[in-house]
């Protein structure tokens, strides 16, 4: 049985949020293309976060894990410049 992640917060990335180029994400050896919205969520029995990279029809890329939910946004922000304002909260971390 497959385990559904909580997903926290949502961020949609618009013509702003140009990749930095600190970090290349690849998918059988080529490079993933820019996503069109980034979430963070959590696995009930994982201590950590997920940034998860989803396209413009909402179908995961790829996603990261991380310590915490600021190490997440830092990435975000680290590969796109998101701002901590811009994330949309969509339910608690408690």
Do not use: C
């Not at 970090?23 to 996503?35: A, D, F, I, L």
């Not at 995961?60 to 949309?88: C, I, K, N, R, Y």
């Amino acid at each position: 049985m497959a385990v559904e992640a909580r997903v926290l917060q949502e961020v949609r990335l618009t013509a702003i949020h140009v990749p930095t180029g600190n970090t290349r994400h690849t998918v059988g050896g080529v490079p993933m293309s820019k996503p069109s919205t980034l979430r963070i969520a959590r696995y009930v029995d994982d201590p950590g976060y997920y940034l998860l990279y989803l396209d413009e029809h909402g179908h995961e890329q790829t996603d990261t894990w991380h310590q915490s939910l600021d190490d997440a946004h830092h990435q975000a922000t680290f590969e796109f410049g998101v701002q901590p304002q811009e994330w949309t909260v969509l339910q608690s971390d408690a």
